[in-house]
């Protein structure tokens, strides 16, 4: 016999400061319920504590963070479901609800130890985390004295921190935990060094791993802003140069490219098979040289509808030549992969070639990337580059 009304038992439970988890799912018999599963736990809002209700429908989530709690448990209750349970600091409850409209109260004692709200905005395990006074970010330009990111630098925030964690994942496979010395890193086109000098702390101050980082670029304005951040921070292992990408004699265990414009992709992978790196991380921008050649070239006729329009030429030759790239990195020895890195709405741009230096070259890579030239009727950049980089290594177009 039931002595405590369910819904009463209920409401005071979810209104209840010791609750940690209530979960509504089931209907009953004839009963048709928008949400198959409702959730309620409490979060931290501005330093608040309040309750998120988090409605399943079978296919997509809803999260509500309702000011009137009490208005919105109304129609969840009405609605009766066939299960009802909730986890509280003290006990656990139970309501059920058969096929014939009985309802059962269970209460069991529990000697959980109650824990604080989670926070709403959670912060993401990145490997240069927001939310703290960091002099280095405030440094780079992209956050402000205490921590927090500019709305400006956003894209470039969650840029650097996404391609910082493909770094930590390349690591192992390529070898470089065990090196013996410090790691030598080229920042190739490094811009206004946001990347630079994120690597340099992240492998020295947070993995612990002995690195030296130099960045390189033509713009004698973006190395001379580059040299005055390393001033600020002190760090005797990042250096700075003005030298154009695939000329700097610069060996180099891991090469970095991240929006090197046009070729100067292709310097950079060229700079990279040139000093045996064992890690090569690019993320191409502007494949204006191969749109170029597609205007002059003519098209396989298949493709004649497709390039009769400028956008479609455009975007055709972004794939050819990062197609063409990642057949000629595993021609030079490296095991190579095309992933997106980051969403697209943080940047256009985030296609990563990702390559691991293997020594072993790939036989397929060479039929398919003669089959492609003959195919587009074009000559690579990056067949050009490494080409002059391996000599004799390279293999000779069929005559």
């Known amino acids: 016999m039931i002595t405590d009304d369910p819904r009463s038992v209920l409401r005071a439970a979810i209104l209840n400061d010791g609750l940690m988890k209530a979960v509504f799912a089931g209907a009953c018999r004839g009963a048709r319920l928008p949400w198959v599963r409702i959730t309620i736990r409490p979060v931290e809002i501005r330093g608040e504590r309040t ?50 409209g009985q309802t059962s109260l269970s209460r069991k004692p529990t000697t959980r130890t109650p824990t604080a709200p989670a926070p709403h905005n959670r912060i993401k395990d990145q490997p240069l985390p927001e939310g703290r006074a960091d ?49 030598r890193v080229l920042d190739c086109g490094c811009g206004s060094s946001y990347l630079t000098i994120a690597a340099h702390h992240y492998l020295n101050d947070v993995l612990k791993l002995p690195a030296e980082l130099i960045g390189v670029d033509l713009n004698q304005d973006v190395i001379r802003k580059s040299l005055d951040r390393k001033s600020k921070l002190g760090a005797a292992e990042l250096n700075f140069a003005c030298e154009r990408i695939g000329a700097a004699d610069i060996p180099a265990d891991v090469v970095f490219a991240l929006h090197a ?25 502007c494949h204006h040289d191969l749109n170029a050649k597609f205007k002059e070239a003519q098209p396989p006729p298949a493709w004649m509808a497709a ?83 391996l000599g004799q290594s390279w293999p000779s177009s069929p005559s």
């Open 51 to 100: 309750l998120q209700f988090v409605y399943f429908d079978g296919t997509k989530t809803e999260t509500q963070n309702p000011s009137d709690v009490a208005a919105t448990l109304r129609p969840i209750f009405d609605a009766v479901y066939s299960g009802v349970h909730i986890d509280m600091a003290t006990e656990t409850i139970d309501v059920r609800t058969t096929k014939k």
């Open 135 to 183: 002099s280095l970010l405030a440094i780079m330009g992209i956050a402000s004295a205490d921590g927090v990111v500019k709305p400006t630098m956003r894209g470039k925030f969650t840029q650097i921190n996404e391609f910082l964690r493909q770094l930590k994942s390349c690591l192992e496979p390529a070898g470089l935990l065990d090196l013996g010395r410090p790691m």
């Open 261 to 285: 414009c046009n070729t100067a992709t292709d310097d950079a992978l060229a700079q990279g098979v040139r000093s045996q790196a064992r890690l090569i991380l690019s993320v191409p921008c």
């Open 307 to 389: 390039f009769r329009h400028g956008i479609l030429r455009e975007r055709t030759a972004d794939l050819v030549t990062d197609a063409f790239r990642v057949a000629a990195l595993r021609i030079a020895g490296y095991r190579t992969e095309a992933i997106e890195f980051i969403s697209p709405e943080h940047t256009a741009r985030n296609l990563m070639i990702r390559a691991v230096h293997t020594g072993q070259v790939d036989p397929a890579a060479i039929a398919e990337f003669a089959a492609m030239k003959e195919y587009w009727n074009v000559e690579p950049a990056i067949g050009q580059r490494l080409a002059v980089v």
